[in-house]
């Protein structure tokens, strides 16, 4: 029997934590397995891939090349005069070219690839920070969705009391029909508005399924204390947001991208310098070997303005770039500047609403008391009840806020 007992109590203890999800458990497993994020890894990885394409122009590149004609005709010269011949022939060979100087072209397009892939990695940590900020979003919101399912229960079982109430006294001839059906009414209406809460609350938990890629369970136990979340103003905050921002990180490496393609497409006016060397076997009406070993020099005279065409599109993209690293820098400031201001606001809100509750609650009773004597009427007894209703949700509402607000910013320090 103990031991029966024993195994009850470690089963109903182990399912009580089971239920319990995490708010860093929530961001683990949307990480691992949101598609979103899938393919930002696969895109560092193809633009790995293309830096090694471009890297490729530095080293040797060598050519197997072979023909082979079944009929063939030849001329020699004979005696002044041209004799043909037709036969069959072939040859076969290979050929080396060696990158000497390029006046910086290749090696300003490799850096501009490495900068396409420090991009992609700092895109990368960018949708995981964003994506942390949603599953914040949505885990805080079934917070408050299930402590405003449970502010509604109790305003419901307040009016279903006081509908009760109200029929006893109607049967006693100390209330009117009148009061009965104000509060009957009020009963439907707290029914529909708690349906309303319980709604958006398996909106958010289904939203929070899906990114997670795994069922919540309907009893799950959240981390409610999240939601009375501190935060220690520091005149630093604006200096590590705009340190760690990815957006700005990106939008740096992207001027660096743009500045190596310019001075890649620029230097193509001048040409390139190479090493050659190539061995060919022929095997026609003779038999001969072909060695070349030498040096090129290979220069653009014209090439109908494309080459200048697109050294100025370079040019252009490049101060493209810089422009809108000023925009969202700007942009930044202001985001930042306003959450700050909410914030401060929002911790004023939370003191006026638990004042406006205590209050609320005190009011609530007395015209309580004076309705059972009939001192008062219905309608200011509901609006007592609306008061402090309307509080607690407000306060929820606050928290909620404030908390996003400075995940918000916890996003724009690059924070997962």
């Known amino acids: 029997m103990k031991k029966k007992l024993l195994f009850v109590t470690v089963f109903a203890y182990t399912g009580i934590f089971a239920s319990v999800l995490t708010i860093q458990e ?6 691992a397995n949101h598609p979103d994020i899938k393919s930002l890894v696969l895109n560092i990885e193809r633009s790995k ?3 090694d394409s471009i890297f490729a122009d530095y080293l040797p590149q060598v050519v197997f090349q072979a023909q082979y004609n ?3 005709t030849f001329v020699m010269p004979s005696s002044g005069s041209f004799n043909t011949i037709d036969d069959d022939g072939w040859n076969a060979g290979a050929s080396l070219k060696q990158k000497i100087w390029d006046f910086s072209k290749t090696s300003s397009a490799v850096d501009a690839s490495k900068r396409d892939e420090e991009i992609s990695k700092l895109s990368l940590k960018e949708a995981k920070a964003l994506m942390a900020y949603k599953v914040k979003s949505l885990y805080k919101t079934m917070i408050v969705q ?4 449970e502010v509604r229960k109790k305003d419901l079982q307040t009016k279903v009391a006081y509908y009760d109430q109200a029929k006893a006294l109607l049967k006693q001839g100390l209330k009117t029909q009148a009061d009965a059906s104000r509060f009957l009414s009020s009963v439907y209406a ?3 508005e708690l349906a309303i809460a319980k709604s958006l609350y398996e909106k958010a938990k289904t939203s929070l399924s899906l990114c997670m890629g795994e069922k919540i369970e309907d009893d799950v136990e959240l981390e409610h204390e999240l939601l009375n979340q501190k935060y220690n103003f520091d005149e630093d905050t604006q200096k590590e947001v705009l340190n760690n921002n990815y957006q700005l990180k990106i939008s740096s490496q992207n001027i660096d991208k743009n500045m190596f393609v310019y001075k890649s497409t620029k230097a193509s006016h ?4 190479d090493a050659v060397a190539s061995y060919n076997h022929f095997d026609t009406l003779n038999r001969y070997d072909s060695k070349l070993v030498g040096i090129s020099l290979s220069i653009p005279i014209y090439s109908g303005g494309r080459v200048s065409a697109q050294t100025q599109k370079a040019q252009i993209g490049m101060q493209i ?16 500047s306003g959450l700050l201001i909410d914030i401060k606001r929002y911790n004023k809100t939370i003191e006026a609403k638990k004042a406006q509750i205590v209050a609320a609650q005190k009011t609530k009773n007395v015209l309580e008391a004076r309705y059972e004597e009939g001192l008062t009427t219905y309608i200011e007894v ?3 009840v609306s008061v402090e209703l309307n509080a607690k949700l407000g306060l929820l509402q606050t928290y909620y806020s404030k908390s996003m607000a400075i995940n918000a910013l916890e996003y724009l320090k690059g924070k997962i």
């Open 26 to 31: 929530s961001i683990d497993k949307t990480l």
């Open 49 to 51: 891939k293309a830096y």
């Open 70 to 72: 079944p009929v063939q």
């Open 146 to 149: 299930k402590k405003a399912v």
């Open 190 to 192: 707290a029914k529909d």
């Open 270 to 273: 001048y040409g390139s310098v």
């Open 321 to 336: 770039a810089k422009e809108q690293k000023a925009s969202k820098l700007l942009a930044l400031k202001d985001e930042m």
């Open 382 to 384: 509901l609006d007592a």
